[in-house]
């Protein structure tokens, strides 16, 4: 499994964006980068994925990086909501979309 | 449409007693997921099932921990005898498999006295 750093908290005012980072240098060419949060006591949430491509949805984007060896998640207006831990996770696909957390990154909302 | 539906959501018995925690996937979903999460290991992944078969079962902890997908809408992870140090959250998880996203139930709650 490719390692991940992220930091371990961050901290942003409600409607203000959010810039996650996540290193994973040890990423392999088929691996897929998923991004989940997971809010006080409910399980994890997927909020998106990608391979090499920036990617959009309706919750977030993930800019991913040309070396692929580091990628940040967006959240463009947090709300109190967004309040969560993120975890970065790279997944090869081929073993069967296994999920390996970390540690992730608690994000902090202020109104 | 009905999320993955875990129960019981909570859980509390003694030590020694036999817990099963049930699991019921999105429907459609060919790949199932148990995850552990404490506040010392964080999240890990216990087993996984592929069109009903079980895949992996690398994180199983030991003897104790079982787990059975008997069908395609129904998964058992069973815990005999349990001991304090199982009390954790206990999630279950579905996906359509590949790349595709997992989708996580609420969990259960389990205490061991």
Known sequence: DAKTTQ?????????????LPCNHSTISGTDYIHWYRQLPSQ???YVIHGLTSNVNNRMASLAIAEDRKSSTLILHRATLRDAAVYYCIPTEWAAGNKLTFGGGTRVLVKP | DAGVIQSPRHE???MGQEVTLRCKPISGHNSLFWYRQTMMRGLELLIYFNNNVPIDDSGMPEDRFSA?????????????????RDSAVYFCASSLGG?????FGDGTRLSIL
Request: net charge negative; proline share 17%; glycine share 2%.
């Open chain 1, 7 to 19: 930091p371990n908290s961050m901290e942003s005012n409600e409607e203000e964006p959010v810039h």
């Open chain 2, 99 to 103: 790349a595709q996203p997992q989708h």
């Open chain 2, 68 to 84: 059975k997908m008997p069908n395609a809408s129904f998964s058992t992870l069973k815990i005999q005898p349990s001991e304090p």
């Open chain 2, 12 to 14: 509390v018995t003694e």
């Open chain 1, 43 to 45: 399980g994890p949430e």
